[in-house]
Protein backbone atom coordinates (compact mmCIF):
# COMPACT_ATOMS: atom_id res chain seq x y z
CA UNK A 1 0.00 0.00 0.00
CA UNK A 2 1.72 3.14 -1.05
CA UNK A 3 1.77 6.41 0.38
CA UNK A 4 0.61 9.79 -0.69
CA UNK A 5 1.36 13.35 0.44
CA UNK A 6 -1.71 14.64 1.72
CA UNK A 7 -0.26 18.28 2.16
CA UNK A 8 -3.23 18.95 -0.52
CA UNK A 9 -6.14 17.20 1.27
CA UNK A 10 -8.06 18.27 4.59
CA UNK A 11 -11.21 17.15 6.39
CA UNK A 12 -14.41 18.64 5.04
CA UNK A 13 -15.81 19.47 8.63
CA UNK A 14 -19.21 17.32 7.78
CA UNK A 15 -18.14 14.95 10.51
CA UNK A 16 -16.34 14.89 14.07
CA UNK A 17 -14.37 12.38 15.43
CA UNK A 18 -15.36 10.59 18.07
CA UNK A 19 -13.43 7.65 20.31
CA UNK A 20 -15.68 4.62 21.34
CA UNK A 21 -14.80 4.84 24.60
CA UNK A 22 -16.25 8.73 24.36
CA UNK A 23 -19.36 7.49 23.01
CA UNK A 24 -22.74 8.57 24.98
CA UNK A 25 -24.76 5.86 26.16
CA UNK A 26 -28.09 6.83 23.19
CA UNK A 27 -24.87 7.12 20.70
CA UNK A 28 -23.31 3.61 21.36
CA UNK A 29 -26.67 1.98 21.35
CA UNK A 30 -27.08 3.38 18.06
CA UNK A 31 -24.10 1.99 16.54
CA UNK A 32 -23.76 -1.45 17.90
CA UNK A 33 -22.54 -4.13 17.61
CA UNK A 34 -19.83 -1.88 15.89
CA UNK A 35 -19.08 -0.12 19.33
CA UNK A 36 -18.31 -3.60 20.60
CA UNK A 37 -15.84 -4.16 17.60
CA UNK A 38 -12.51 -4.29 18.50
CA UNK A 39 -11.44 -3.44 15.18
CA UNK A 40 -13.34 -0.60 15.60
CA UNK A 41 -11.06 3.15 17.11
CA UNK A 42 -13.40 5.84 16.29
CA UNK A 43 -16.54 6.87 15.05
CA UNK A 44 -17.52 9.36 12.63
CA UNK A 45 -20.55 11.24 13.87
CA UNK A 46 -22.01 13.20 10.68
CA UNK A 47 -23.32 17.18 11.66
CA UNK A 48 -26.26 17.37 9.00
CA UNK A 49 -29.37 15.87 10.85
CA UNK A 50 -30.01 12.32 9.23
CA UNK A 51 -26.71 11.77 7.38
CA UNK A 52 -24.89 8.07 8.23
CA UNK A 53 -22.86 7.33 10.77
CA UNK A 54 -19.41 5.84 9.72
CA UNK A 55 -17.01 3.46 12.47
CA UNK A 56 -13.22 3.60 11.52
CA UNK A 57 -10.08 1.84 12.09
CA UNK A 58 -6.79 3.05 13.82
CA UNK A 59 -5.32 3.88 10.04
CA UNK A 60 -8.49 6.02 9.11
CA UNK A 61 -8.12 7.56 12.10
CA UNK A 62 -4.64 8.48 12.41
CA UNK A 63 -5.33 9.63 8.68
CA UNK A 64 -7.89 11.95 9.99
CA UNK A 65 -6.04 13.59 13.10
CA UNK A 66 -3.03 14.10 10.70
CA UNK A 67 -4.64 14.94 7.36
CA UNK A 68 -1.49 17.11 6.41
CA UNK A 69 0.76 13.48 7.03
CA UNK A 70 1.56 11.19 4.85
CA UNK A 71 -0.93 8.57 4.43
CA UNK A 72 -2.17 5.13 2.91
CA UNK A 73 -2.89 6.77 -0.65
CA UNK A 74 -6.39 3.96 -1.01
CA UNK A 75 -7.25 4.98 2.51
CA UNK A 76 -7.26 8.96 1.64
CA UNK A 77 -9.03 8.11 -1.75
CA UNK A 78 -11.80 6.57 -0.12
CA UNK A 79 -12.22 9.09 2.40
CA UNK A 80 -12.51 11.75 -0.15
CA UNK A 81 -15.07 9.60 -2.45
CA UNK A 82 -16.67 9.22 1.23
CA UNK A 83 -16.92 13.42 2.05
CA UNK A 84 -14.49 12.78 4.68
CA UNK A 85 -11.58 14.80 3.29
CA UNK A 86 -11.39 16.75 0.58
CA UNK A 87 -8.76 17.63 -2.24
CA UNK A 88 -7.25 20.73 -3.38
CA UNK A 89 -7.91 20.47 -7.40
CA UNK A 90 -7.82 23.23 -10.03
CA UNK A 91 -7.64 25.94 -7.46
CA UNK A 92 -10.12 25.00 -4.92
CA UNK A 93 -11.46 21.81 -3.00
CA UNK A 94 -13.73 18.85 -4.21
CA UNK A 95 -14.62 15.61 -2.52
CA UNK A 96 -17.41 13.05 -3.02
CA UNK A 97 -17.78 10.56 -6.20
CA UNK A 98 -17.41 13.91 -8.54
CA UNK A 99 -13.64 13.83 -6.78
CA UNK A 100 -12.13 10.39 -8.83
CA UNK A 101 -13.55 9.89 -12.16
CA UNK A 102 -16.60 9.02 -14.06
CA UNK A 103 -19.65 7.01 -13.62
CA UNK A 104 -20.44 4.10 -14.97
CA UNK A 105 -20.30 2.90 -18.66
CA UNK A 106 -23.48 2.10 -20.22
CA UNK A 107 -23.87 -1.71 -20.03
CA UNK A 108 -25.42 -4.18 -17.58
CA UNK A 109 -24.20 -3.19 -14.45
CA UNK A 110 -25.25 0.63 -15.14
CA UNK A 111 -28.77 -0.97 -15.37
CA UNK A 112 -28.59 -3.04 -12.29
CA UNK A 113 -27.36 0.12 -10.41
CA UNK A 114 -30.09 2.14 -11.77
CA UNK A 115 -32.78 -0.76 -11.09
CA UNK A 116 -31.24 -0.83 -7.54
CA UNK A 117 -31.47 2.78 -7.01
CA UNK A 118 -35.25 2.31 -7.93
CA UNK A 119 -35.50 0.22 -5.06
CA UNK A 120 -33.72 2.02 -2.54
CA UNK A 121 -36.11 5.06 -3.47
CA UNK A 122 -38.95 2.59 -3.14
CA UNK A 123 -37.99 2.28 0.69
CA UNK A 124 -35.81 -1.04 -0.27
CA UNK A 125 -33.18 -0.10 2.25
CA UNK A 126 -31.50 -3.23 3.94
CA UNK A 127 -28.18 -3.72 2.22
CA UNK A 128 -28.61 -7.44 2.41
CA UNK A 129 -31.80 -7.33 -0.02
CA UNK A 130 -30.29 -4.34 -2.33
CA UNK A 131 -27.35 -6.74 -2.81
CA UNK A 132 -28.99 -10.02 -3.47
CA UNK A 133 -31.03 -7.94 -5.89
CA UNK A 134 -27.99 -7.04 -7.49
CA UNK A 135 -26.97 -10.42 -7.79
CA UNK A 136 -29.82 -11.84 -9.38
CA UNK A 137 -30.32 -8.87 -12.45
CA UNK A 138 -30.58 -10.19 -15.15
CA UNK A 139 -32.76 -13.20 -14.12
CA UNK A 140 -35.24 -14.21 -17.17
CA UNK A 141 -39.19 -14.80 -16.46
CA UNK A 142 -40.31 -18.10 -16.22
CA UNK A 143 -42.77 -18.69 -18.83
CA UNK A 144 -44.78 -21.57 -18.86
CA UNK A 145 -42.84 -24.14 -20.31
CA UNK A 146 -39.81 -23.84 -17.94
CA UNK A 147 -42.46 -23.65 -15.05
CA UNK A 148 -43.32 -27.06 -16.40
CA UNK A 149 -40.13 -28.41 -16.68
CA UNK A 150 -38.65 -30.95 -14.47
CA UNK A 151 -36.56 -29.38 -11.52
CA UNK A 152 -34.02 -32.34 -10.42
CA UNK A 153 -30.20 -32.50 -11.52
CA UNK A 154 -30.95 -35.30 -13.62
CA UNK A 155 -33.43 -33.79 -16.06
CA UNK A 156 -30.86 -31.30 -16.15
CA UNK A 157 -28.28 -33.74 -17.41
CA UNK A 158 -30.25 -35.39 -19.87
CA UNK A 159 -31.46 -32.07 -21.35
CA UNK A 160 -27.77 -30.90 -22.15
CA UNK A 161 -26.60 -34.42 -23.09
CA UNK A 162 -29.72 -35.44 -25.13
CA UNK A 163 -28.71 -36.34 -28.82
CA UNK A 164 -24.96 -35.13 -27.80
CA UNK A 165 -23.18 -38.77 -27.92
CA UNK A 166 -19.66 -37.12 -27.77
CA UNK A 167 -19.99 -35.07 -25.12
CA UNK A 168 -21.45 -37.73 -23.06
CA UNK A 169 -17.89 -39.60 -23.93
CA UNK A 170 -15.86 -37.07 -22.90
CA UNK A 171 -17.47 -36.79 -20.08
CA UNK A 172 -17.97 -40.40 -18.63
CA UNK A 173 -14.10 -39.88 -17.47
CA UNK A 174 -15.27 -36.59 -15.27
CA UNK A 175 -15.94 -36.70 -12.13
CA UNK A 176 -20.14 -35.43 -11.55
CA UNK A 177 -22.13 -34.16 -9.13
CA UNK A 178 -24.86 -31.80 -8.20
CA UNK A 179 -27.30 -30.42 -5.74
CA UNK A 180 -30.21 -28.17 -5.44
CA UNK A 181 -28.35 -25.28 -7.53
CA UNK A 182 -25.83 -26.58 -9.31
CA UNK A 183 -24.67 -29.66 -11.82
CA UNK A 184 -21.40 -30.19 -11.69
CA UNK A 185 -18.07 -31.64 -14.00
CA UNK A 186 -14.70 -31.89 -12.34
CA UNK A 187 -12.07 -32.05 -15.04
CA UNK A 188 -9.50 -35.15 -14.90
CA UNK A 189 -6.75 -34.54 -12.24
CA UNK A 190 -9.12 -31.41 -10.46
CA UNK A 191 -10.10 -31.63 -6.93
CA UNK A 192 -13.71 -30.74 -6.08
CA UNK A 193 -12.43 -29.96 -2.61
CA UNK A 194 -10.23 -27.26 -3.57
CA UNK A 195 -11.92 -23.80 -4.87
CA UNK A 196 -10.65 -22.69 -8.70
CA UNK A 197 -10.32 -18.71 -8.92
CA UNK A 198 -10.77 -18.18 -12.60
CA UNK A 199 -14.21 -18.16 -14.08
CA UNK A 200 -15.70 -17.60 -17.53
CA UNK A 201 -19.70 -16.88 -17.63
CA UNK A 202 -21.09 -18.01 -21.17
CA UNK A 203 -24.38 -16.09 -21.22
CA UNK A 204 -26.78 -17.08 -23.90
CA UNK A 205 -30.39 -17.92 -23.34
CA UNK A 206 -31.16 -21.27 -21.85
CA UNK A 207 -32.93 -22.63 -25.12
CA UNK A 208 -29.86 -22.16 -26.30
CA UNK A 209 -27.70 -24.01 -23.19
CA UNK A 210 -27.41 -27.49 -24.64
CA UNK A 211 -25.44 -26.05 -27.96
CA UNK A 212 -23.46 -23.58 -25.47
CA UNK A 213 -22.25 -26.72 -22.99
CA UNK A 214 -21.13 -28.70 -25.92
CA UNK A 215 -18.86 -26.14 -27.05
CA UNK A 216 -17.78 -25.45 -23.41
CA UNK A 217 -17.01 -29.73 -22.87
CA UNK A 218 -14.99 -29.09 -26.22
CA UNK A 219 -13.06 -26.61 -25.10
CA UNK A 220 -12.34 -27.73 -21.93
CA UNK A 221 -11.58 -30.82 -23.95
CA UNK A 222 -8.77 -29.57 -26.18
CA UNK A 223 -7.82 -26.24 -24.09
CA UNK A 224 -7.16 -27.84 -20.64
CA UNK A 225 -3.57 -29.57 -19.89
CA UNK A 226 -2.85 -32.18 -17.94
CA UNK A 227 -3.06 -31.64 -14.52
CA UNK A 228 -5.16 -28.39 -14.70
CA UNK A 229 -7.80 -27.58 -12.30
CA UNK A 230 -10.91 -27.01 -13.95
CA UNK A 231 -14.89 -27.90 -13.90
CA UNK A 232 -18.17 -26.57 -15.52
CA UNK A 233 -21.55 -26.31 -13.69
CA UNK A 234 -24.65 -25.57 -15.21
CA UNK A 235 -27.63 -24.47 -12.75
CA UNK A 236 -29.85 -27.45 -11.73
CA UNK A 237 -33.71 -27.33 -13.48
CA UNK A 238 -36.10 -23.97 -14.79
CA UNK A 239 -34.48 -22.11 -11.68
CA UNK A 240 -30.83 -22.66 -12.45
CA UNK A 241 -31.45 -22.43 -16.07
CA UNK A 242 -33.13 -18.76 -15.50
CA UNK A 243 -30.28 -17.42 -13.13
CA UNK A 244 -27.98 -15.35 -15.19
CA UNK A 245 -25.05 -16.81 -14.61
CA UNK A 246 -26.53 -20.42 -15.65
CA UNK A 247 -23.02 -21.39 -16.90
CA UNK A 248 -19.95 -21.33 -15.73
CA UNK A 249 -16.48 -22.41 -16.42
CA UNK A 250 -13.90 -22.54 -13.59
CA UNK A 251 -10.20 -22.75 -14.24
CA UNK A 252 -9.67 -21.66 -17.78
CA UNK A 253 -6.42 -19.53 -18.88
CA UNK A 254 -6.99 -16.23 -21.12
CA UNK A 255 -5.93 -18.38 -24.34
CA UNK A 256 -8.92 -21.05 -23.47
CA UNK A 257 -11.24 -18.02 -22.44
CA UNK A 258 -10.70 -16.91 -26.29
CA UNK A 259 -11.09 -19.84 -27.72
CA UNK A 260 -14.03 -20.35 -25.74
CA UNK A 261 -15.54 -17.14 -27.05
CA UNK A 262 -14.96 -18.77 -30.52
CA UNK A 263 -16.72 -21.49 -29.95
CA UNK A 264 -19.89 -20.47 -28.18
CA UNK A 265 -20.06 -17.86 -30.82
CA UNK A 266 -20.23 -20.68 -34.05
CA UNK A 267 -22.34 -22.72 -31.59
CA UNK A 268 -25.07 -20.13 -30.80
CA UNK A 269 -25.21 -17.76 -33.96
CA UNK A 270 -26.42 -14.92 -33.47
CA UNK A 271 -27.92 -15.22 -30.29
CA UNK A 272 -28.13 -11.99 -28.15
CA UNK A 273 -26.06 -12.58 -25.15
CA UNK A 274 -27.86 -12.16 -21.69
CA UNK A 275 -26.70 -9.77 -19.45
CA UNK A 276 -24.81 -10.22 -16.26
CA UNK A 277 -23.38 -7.21 -14.33
CA UNK A 278 -20.04 -6.88 -12.52
CA UNK A 279 -18.01 -9.70 -14.90
CA UNK A 280 -15.48 -8.77 -17.42
CA UNK A 281 -15.70 -8.07 -20.87
CA UNK A 282 -19.18 -6.98 -21.09
CA UNK A 283 -21.04 -7.44 -24.23
CA UNK A 284 -19.59 -10.69 -24.57
CA UNK A 285 -21.30 -14.43 -24.48
CA UNK A 286 -18.26 -15.24 -22.34
CA UNK A 287 -18.19 -12.59 -19.69
CA UNK A 288 -15.04 -13.30 -16.68
CA UNK A 289 -14.23 -12.78 -13.44
CA UNK A 290 -11.93 -14.71 -10.29
CA UNK A 291 -12.95 -15.33 -7.06
CA UNK A 292 -10.18 -14.67 -3.95
CA UNK A 293 -8.11 -17.30 -3.30
CA UNK A 294 -8.19 -17.30 0.03
CA UNK A 295 -11.95 -16.11 0.77
CA UNK A 296 -12.37 -13.91 4.05
CA UNK A 297 -14.76 -15.31 6.80
CA UNK A 298 -16.47 -11.86 6.28
CA UNK A 299 -17.56 -12.91 2.71
CA UNK A 300 -21.18 -14.33 1.80
CA UNK A 301 -19.32 -16.58 -0.40
CA UNK A 302 -16.02 -16.73 -1.91
CA UNK A 303 -17.47 -14.89 -4.53
CA UNK A 304 -16.47 -12.27 -6.58
CA UNK A 305 -19.76 -10.62 -7.68
CA UNK A 306 -21.23 -11.66 -4.43
CA UNK A 307 -18.54 -9.00 -3.35
CA UNK A 308 -18.85 -6.53 -5.37
CA UNK A 309 -23.13 -6.82 -5.15
CA UNK A 310 -22.60 -5.79 -1.68
CA UNK A 311 -20.17 -3.07 -2.10
CA UNK A 312 -22.25 -1.53 -4.86
CA UNK A 313 -25.62 -2.14 -2.18
CA UNK A 314 -23.73 -0.08 0.70
CA UNK A 315 -22.60 2.66 -1.68
CA UNK A 316 -26.02 3.23 -2.96
CA UNK A 317 -27.17 3.39 0.87
CA UNK A 318 -24.48 5.91 1.41
CA UNK A 319 -25.31 7.98 -1.52
CA UNK A 320 -29.11 8.31 -0.65
CA UNK A 321 -30.63 10.33 -3.00
CA UNK A 322 -27.41 11.48 -5.25
CA UNK A 323 -28.54 12.63 -8.65
CA UNK A 324 -26.31 10.46 -10.43
CA UNK A 325 -26.14 7.08 -8.18
CA UNK A 326 -23.95 5.20 -10.52
CA UNK A 327 -21.21 7.66 -10.31
CA UNK A 328 -21.15 7.57 -6.52
CA UNK A 329 -21.11 3.66 -6.97
CA UNK A 330 -18.24 3.85 -9.83
CA UNK A 331 -16.28 6.09 -7.35
CA UNK A 332 -16.69 3.76 -4.27
CA UNK A 333 -15.92 0.48 -6.32
CA UNK A 334 -12.14 2.14 -7.31
CA UNK A 335 -11.82 3.38 -3.46
CA UNK A 336 -12.24 -0.06 -2.30
CA UNK A 337 -10.20 -1.72 -4.91
CA UNK A 338 -12.58 -2.92 -8.01
CA UNK A 339 -12.21 -1.27 -11.59
CA UNK A 340 -15.62 -0.76 -12.42
CA UNK A 341 -15.15 -0.78 -16.46
CA UNK A 342 -13.01 -4.20 -16.00
CA UNK A 343 -14.91 -5.51 -13.58
CA UNK A 344 -11.94 -6.79 -11.89
CA UNK A 345 -9.61 -6.75 -8.77
CA UNK A 346 -7.10 -3.49 -8.64
CA UNK A 347 -3.87 -3.82 -7.43
CA UNK A 348 -3.93 -3.15 -4.01
CA UNK A 349 -7.11 -5.49 -3.04
CA UNK A 350 -10.64 -4.68 -2.26
CA UNK A 351 -11.64 -3.36 1.07
CA UNK A 352 -14.27 -5.74 2.58
CA UNK A 353 -17.02 -3.94 4.82
CA UNK A 354 -16.95 -5.38 8.06
CA UNK A 355 -13.52 -6.63 7.97
CA UNK A 356 -10.36 -4.93 10.26
CA UNK A 357 -8.58 -4.81 7.06
CA UNK A 358 -6.41 -2.04 8.19
CA UNK A 359 -7.48 1.51 6.27
CA UNK A 360 -11.33 0.38 6.32
CA UNK A 361 -13.87 2.94 6.76
CA UNK A 362 -17.38 0.61 7.96
CA UNK A 363 -20.40 2.22 7.93
CA UNK A 364 -23.58 1.63 10.31
CA UNK A 365 -26.29 0.14 8.95
CA UNK A 366 -28.85 2.75 8.10
CA UNK A 367 -31.60 2.21 10.67
CA UNK A 368 -28.86 3.42 12.87
CA UNK A 369 -27.81 6.66 10.74
CA UNK A 370 -29.36 10.26 11.49
CA UNK A 371 -28.81 9.66 15.75
CA UNK A 372 -28.28 13.31 17.03
CA UNK A 373 -27.16 13.74 20.40
Request: with cysteine; charged share 25%; proline share 12%.
Amino acid sequence: MSDAATADVRTTGRYDVVRTPDLAPHERAAVAPLAADPAVAAFLRPRAPGATWKAVDATVLAVLERPTAPAPADVVDRLVVDGVLERRRDGGWTSGPGADGSPLPPGDAHEAVRHAARLLAAGVDDVDVLARRLYVHGTLPATARWRAAPADADATTHRLLLGRPQVRAVLDGWRHGSDAHWVRWWHPGTDPRRPVQDKAYVCVPPEHLPDAFAATVGVLAAHVPPGDAAAVKVGTGPRGALRPDRLVVHGLRPAAVDALTRAVDDACGDVDPTPLPFTGRPGSRVRTGTDPAEPPLAWLSPSWRSHVCRLVARALLDAGDADDPTAVVAARLRADGVDPVRWEPVARGPVLPGTARPGTALTAPRAQAGVTP
